[in-house]
Structures are given as structure tokens and as C-alpha cells.
């Protein structure tokens, strides 16, 4: 028996591994010049950033610092940043995904939002987050305050009624929240338009809502003040952390309707892993290999300019090399039944939430 392998996974192989295919032929405008760069030369003034969001933005602010520090010490050469609007990266994806060329000047900048969009069957996503060759990515901790802990909220606090949780949109980074609560058996209600910590906060505090997800900066910094106050954790997305218990995975897990089996518990893990991710610097599937090759060991040295460091310290981000990254976007690419599981879920679940 013939085993066919579809090209579009060899492709993915090709582009997570940093190989390249030939490109035989490039569409350009009239007033278009495609440039080409030599990968052995490091006198290059033309690369290009897309960030996935205004300039304003947390991305932004962090796409800012990252191309001064790159010019200042790893290469004398000027980094243009195009700012895109949008809050969850997916118009800088897409513009991505319509400039794509093999010279390597130009990458993109995105967060994990781009990708839950993606797996979401998002109606503006025309672009595929698989066909990217990651450099390098940052990984954040994310942790779910409640009035009350998971075990303590059962039988006086969730029965008979939906637990109100906070987020920016129906299909945001916070919905590893929404379907992670409805793996353990509780019913959701969505609050939709909690997009900063400090609304977020208030809406908790007047009871707005029962849950919400904190990633940002300024509320892991508060996290310990707020548990010292009234709140609790009601879990964590990874066991990274040991202090914020319980982790989601080992509490889902616990419970009796648990099974390995879970098609949905896979995809909460790619969206977990996705929410995480809030830093992305990936290049086109096309890239010469030794022009990723040269990304990559100029990114290595990120790690070493105390700047820099000091920058993940304030974001509460954990730099993740090239290997890791590689590994990162492997788990990000789920089994079509996961993701299939995730869309139907969310075509039963959405009608009930808007209603």
C-alpha cells in the first residue's frame, strides 16, 4: 500500500525545520521593487518589521525596545517597524501573509491571539500561522482569579447557575478560559469587553463577573496583593510556576468525567499554549535557510544584552530560543479532530452565549 503525504504537510516540515523551497515566480506591482539580500553579508539596511498592533500597544512598545537593542548590539542596521491596527495581530498576519518573500527582510511580529483566531474559524483570518518559520517567541505565565477556589465554589457558590467570565471578545485569548471552566462541568456566561487588568478588576470586585484571566504585567504585579485580599486562584494555564495552584491540567484530571481521550482537552492545551505566547518573531516559509540561520544566531544573542533581559523580567516573559520555538509552534499545529471538536463546540456554544 502507497502512503501519500499531502504536500501541504511537507511544506509545514520544510518551513518549521528552516528549509526553503524555489520560487519560481513573484508577482510584483509596477511601482514594486523586490529586493534581494546576500545571507554571508551583515550590511544590510533594509529589513522590514509588521507588528501586530498600533504603536501604542504593549507588542508595539515591546517591537520598539526589540529593534533598538537589536541595532545597538547585535547589528548596525536600521529596522523599520510597520505598525497595524487591531489588538489580537490578526491584520498584521494577514498583511504578512500577502507580502511574503524569500530575501528575509522581512518578519513578522505577532502574539498567540493571531493563532486562537486561526483555530477559531475566525471570519478574518486569510492567513495560515503554519507556513511560519519561527526565530524566537516569549512565553508568560496566565492565571484565573475567582471570589472563591475551584473546590470551594462548587457546591455553594456555581450550582444551578452559569459563572460569569470576563473577556475581550467571544473567541480572545481568554477563551482557554471559557472552555477550560466548561471542561470541569460549569456552565459560562462571557462578559465580553473586559480588555484591560484594571477593568477587569472592577468588574470582579462589583461582581460584573465571576472569573478572569490575567496575563498582563501590571496584574501578575498585583497577583499577589490580590490573594492576599479576598481573591483566589481558580487555576493556572502551566505548571511552570509551582506557587499558583491548582494547575488546570492536573485539576481536570482529577475529576471523574476526565478522559485521556478528550479532543477538547487537546485543543485547550494548543490554546493554552497559544494565550502564553504574547511575543512572536517568525519569517516567511520561503526564507533561504541560511538566511534563517542567520536570524536565529543573531536572536541567540539577545540573551546575553542585560537590556533586554531586564525588559522580560518587567513583561514577565521567559525567552524561548530557536529550538524551543520550533518545539512551541509544533504543538501549536493540533490534530484535525481537535481543531474540528473546538469549532463545533463553539458553533453550539456561541448562539447560547448571545442569546
Keep these: 500500500m502507497s502512503l501519500l503525504i499531502p504536500r501541504r504537510r511537507i511544506l509545514q516540515f520544510l518551513s518549521i525545520a528552516g528549509f526553503s523551497t524555489t520560487l519560481y515566480s513573484i508577482g510584483v506591482k509596477g511601482n514594486e521593487v523586490l529586493s534581494t539580500m546576500d545571507p ?23 517591537a520598539t525596545n ?3 537593542i537589536y541595532k545597538q548590539n547585535i547589528q548596525n542596521s536600521s529596522l523599520l517597524l510597520h505598525f497595524t491596527t487591531g489588538f489580537d495581530s490578526v491584520t498584521a498576519s494577514n498583511l504578512f501573509d500577502t507580502r511574503l518573500t524569500q530575501d528575509g527582510g522581512l518578519a513578522l511580529i505577532t502574539s498567540g491571539s493571531a493563532i486562537i483566531a486561526a ?10 500561522y503554519q507556513r511560519w518559520i519561527p526565530v524566537f517567541c516569549t512565553l508568560t505565565p496566565i492565571i484565573v482569579i475567582a471570589r472563591q477556589p ?5 457546591p455553594d457558590l456555581l450550582k444551578n447557575r452559569s459563572m460569569k467570565v470576563g473577556v475581550s471578545t467571544l473567541i480572545g485569548k481568554e477563551l482557554p478560559t471559557l472552555l477550560g471552566t466548561e471542561l470541569l462541568q460549569i456552565r459560562t456566561k462571557p462578559v465580553i469587553g473586559i480588555t484591560t487588568f484594571k477593568t477587569g478588576i472592577e468588574a470582579l470586585r462589583n461582581r460584573t463577573i465571576d472569573l478572569l484571566q490575567i496575563d498582563s504585567p501590571e496584574g501578575l504585579a498585583e497577583l499577589p496583593k490580590l490573594l492576599k ?15 499558583y495552584n491548582p494547575v488546570f491540567s492536573m485539576l481536570y484530571t482529577q475529576l471523574p468525567h476526565y478522559r485521556m481521550s478528550n479532543t477538547l482537552f487537546e485543543i485547550w492545551q494548543t490554546l493554552a499554549l497559544a494565550a502564553r505566547m504574547n511575543f512572536a518573531f517568525v519569517l516567511p516559509m520561503l526564507t533561504p535557510s541560511a538566511l534563517v540561520t542567520k536570524w536565529r544566531l543573531n536572536t541567540e544573542k539577545l540573551a546575553t544584552v542585560p537590556n533586554f533581559n531586564i525588559i522580560m523580567q518587567e513583561n514577565n516573559m521567559s525567552f524561548q530560543n530557536n529550538i524551543n520555538s520550533i518545539k512551541i509552534f509544533s504543538q501549536l499545529t493540533p490534530s484535525i479532530t481537535a481543531t474540528l471538536a473546538l469549532r463545533r463546540w463553539l458553533s453550539l456554544k456561541i448562539p447560547q452565549w448571545e442569546n
Design 40 to 62: 554571508t553579508k551583515d550590511n544590510q539596511d533594509n529589513y522590514s518589521f509588521i507588528v501586530g498592533g498600533t504603536k501604542e500597544s504593549r507588542l508595539g512598545k515591546l
Design 66 to 68: 526589540l529593534a533598538e
Design 119 to 128: 483555530l477559531s474559524a475566525d471570519s478574518r483570518v486569510h492567513f495560515d
Design 150 to 154: 475551584f473546590h470551594n465554589s462548587i
Design 229 to 243: 485580599d479576598e481573591f483566589h486562584v481558580f487555576f493556572s494555564f502551566s505548571n511552570d510556576n509551582s506557587v
